[in-house]
């Protein structure tokens, strides 16, 4: 028996099926179009969502990150905020310098920061002058703390007040006390040709500067970040 095979249904059909199949496309993106444009509501995989919308849940969690990234950068900016005010406070009284004070001014300068170093030299001792060469460039690097010096002959009253009988003498305040000091170079290997670093860890044990802004010797020149922030603020090099 012979095969029986479907007609092809010829051009007229053919053209009448693309006609059809024209208009439903444009009548498909007409209807996509105006459910973009009114927010719509349409199907996908069983899931019924808005065009302009997500899921609450997905806004929820949205908010939230959004949140926590907001009270992120606003703890970040009140934190920069008040290292600057710090700063800025610090370098009023001299934090970063190392400079020379008159008895009047002694009380005022150890109980206005909180870390304090105080020399007690005689403009003719030789290890006075050393110490003079090492101070300088603490106080630059140890910006959290005031470094001073005061003429033990012109400072009578505090010298008996602390008791300093021989020089030179770096005394050491916290809050305005006299926690520690160091006499001569006996801690120091007793010699003058000792190195920055050594004096600044005797200095550390103190508790006068900052034990975590302390470099190894071979780290020398680098800083800590917080000396850089510190540092961009107030223009300390």
Not at 27 to 46: L, T, V
Not at 151 to 178: C, T
Request: net charge negative.
């Amino acid at each position: 028996m012979a095969t029986a095979f479907k007609q092809d249904g010829g051009f007229g059909e053919s053209k009448l099926l693309n006609k059809l199949a024209v208009e439903n496309a444009i009548q498909g993106f007409a209807d996509y179009h105006e459910q973009q444009s009114h927010g719509k509501k349409s199907k996908s995989d069983g899931v019924t969502y808005s065009l302009n919308e997500k899921p609450e849940d997905e806004l929820d969690a949205s908010d939230d990150d959004d949140d926590e990234l907001r009270k992120i950068r606003e703890k970040r900016l009140a934190d920069m905020k008040k290292k600057q005010t710090e700063a800025q406070g610090m370098k009023s009284r001299g934090h970063g310098e190392y400079a020379e004070i008159v008895e009047d001014e002694f009380l005022k300068t150890v109980t206005n920061s909180k870390l304090c170093v105080v020399h007690f030299y005689h403009r003719d001792f030789e290890r006075c002058k050393v110490l003079d060469k090492h101070l300088p460039d603490l106080a630059r690097k140890h910006f959290e703390t005031k470094f001073v010096k005061i003429n033990a002959e012109k400072a009578r009253f505090f010298v008996e007040k602390l008791k300093v009988r021989m020089l030179p003498s770096l005394v050491f305040f916290l809050n305005g006390v006299a926690v520690d000091r160091m006499v001569g170079f006996d801690e120091l290997g007793g010699s003058d040709e000792f190195e920055t670093h050594v004096l600044e860890r005797r200095i550390a044990q103190s508790g006068a500067i900052d034990f975590d802004f302390i470099a190894e010797p071979e780290q020398k020149g680098k800083r800590n970040w917080l000396l850089l922030i510190w540092g961009a603020i107030c223009g300390v090099e």
